[in-house]
Every structure is written in structure tokens, then in C-alpha cells.
């Protein structure tokens, strides 16, 4: 088990780094055995989870571990059954729409179809976000009573931008308008340049998956704001109820 525990730790570290990382930094961020790390990272490499480059020495994450993930996407029923309800909305309204997964504090974006404009959001797929700073993460956190709010959360909130909501209090009564409103919505929290709407899908409780739609601002009207609110509310109801029927 310890064996199995250090692989999953040694994958999600070479995950969450933005660059490839030496064998002493990997050593110094997980506290292994510098032999055992060593001798791990070859296992892993043969096997094609991690790639390692030769002229630095440095190793990061392997096509392996994108063929996995995409595996979890192709069997995943939500997405399944969304995205098809997606391309109809962003047929309707022209912008990019997301389909996210609550994962601790952070959303995790599944799915995105993708705005046919020059100027769009591209797709977010595998990328995951502080919950607080998206509409997707405050939409979901918006099915939560606020005691269950703050246990997600951790106890300093990182803002990305100028414009995220870090101060707890704050957040609560976003949340609190957004639970009457039925929707939740942002603007240059994580993105600049970007207002964001987001819809939980309430196949299930607890409630883990909403879909959004992201518009850049130069955009982003009060006839446009409607249409997409009205989409997106049309759309969750949709996928809502299809989830339901299959029993998920």
C-alpha cells in the first residue's frame, strides 16, 4: 500500500507542477527516499506514465496518464448525456459553455463546447480551479448550507485576479443571492476580461456538477446576459432530467 500510495503521490505532484521537475525537487516535495524515488521514476517512465528529458534530467507527467484521463471522460456518463445538451446551448447563445465537477475545493472542468467567435474561451478540459473564484465553483457551493460551505473550503482564499471574492463574509452573501437567483455568476474572478454563469445540476445529492457559459465582456450586454442565463437554466433543466431518467 505504501508502494501504491507513492506512485499516486509522485503522479499528482508531476500533475500540479507547471514545469518538469528534477529528481532533487521531487525529493525535497515528498520527502521520499532518495534511491526509492529514484527507482520509481524508471518504473514509471518504462511504463510511459512519466517522460523524463534526457538533457536536464527533469521528468514530468506521461501520455499514459492523458489516455486514462480520457478514458474517465469517454465512460463518464454526465458528460455523456451533457454534452449534447451543451452543443445545443452554445448553438444558441454563440459562447462557450463548461461542464465541471466539485473535487474538494477546486472544480474540475470535463467538457466544453466551444464558441465559433475569433474572440472565445477555449476549452478547459482536465483543468481544475479554486471553487470560489468560478461560477461553476459558487453555483455548486450555493447547494451547500453555509456551515458545509466553509468545511470545503480552506481557511485563506487565494484570489486569482483583483476582482475574486476572498473575504468569507463576502462570499456568503454572494452565495445566499445566488441560491434565490437559481444560478451563480462572476465576473474577471479568474479570467480578466471575462463574466462567467453557471447553473448546478441537481440530478443528485449532494449536487457536484453545474455547466456554465464564459463571455468576454466586450460581449457581455443585458439582452445578452438574459439569453445566456435563460440557455443555461434551459439546459441544466434538460440534462437534469435525463440524468434522472437513467437513474444517475
Known sequence: MKS????????????????RLTLTELHHALSYPKSSLYMLLQTLVARGW?????????????VRALLVGTS?????????VAIRVMEHVRREVNETVHLARLDGADVVYLASRESEHHLRVVSRVGRRLPAHSTSL??????????AEVDSI??????????NTVVERTA???????????????EREEN?????????????RNPVIDAISCSVPLGRLDADHENQVVT?????????TELLRQFGR
Open 4 to 19: 501504491a500510495d507513492r506512485t499516486v503521490e509522485l503522479l499528482e505532484a508531476l500533475a500540479s507542477s507547471e514545469r
Open 137 to 146: 465553483g459558487k453555483a455548486l457551493l450555493a447547494e451547500r448550507p453555509a
Open 171 to 185: 462570499l456568503h452573501e454572494q452565495l445566499a443571492k445566488f441560491r434565490v437567483a437559481g444560478y451563480a455568476h
Open 153 to 162: 473550503l480552506p481557511e485563506e482564499l487565494v484570489p486569482l485576479t483583483p
Open 191 to 203: 479570467t480578466p476580461g471575462l463574466g462567467c454563469f453557471a447553473v448546478a445540476l441537481p440530478y
Open 50 to 62: 512519466v517522460e523524463v528529458e534526457p538533457a536536464s534530467g527533469t521528468y514530468g507527467i506521461g
Open 231 to 239: 440557455a443555461l437554466l434551459e439546459g441544466a433543466k434538460t440534462i
Open 72 to 80: 474517465y471522460l469517454d465512460h463518464d456518463p454526465v458528460v455523456q
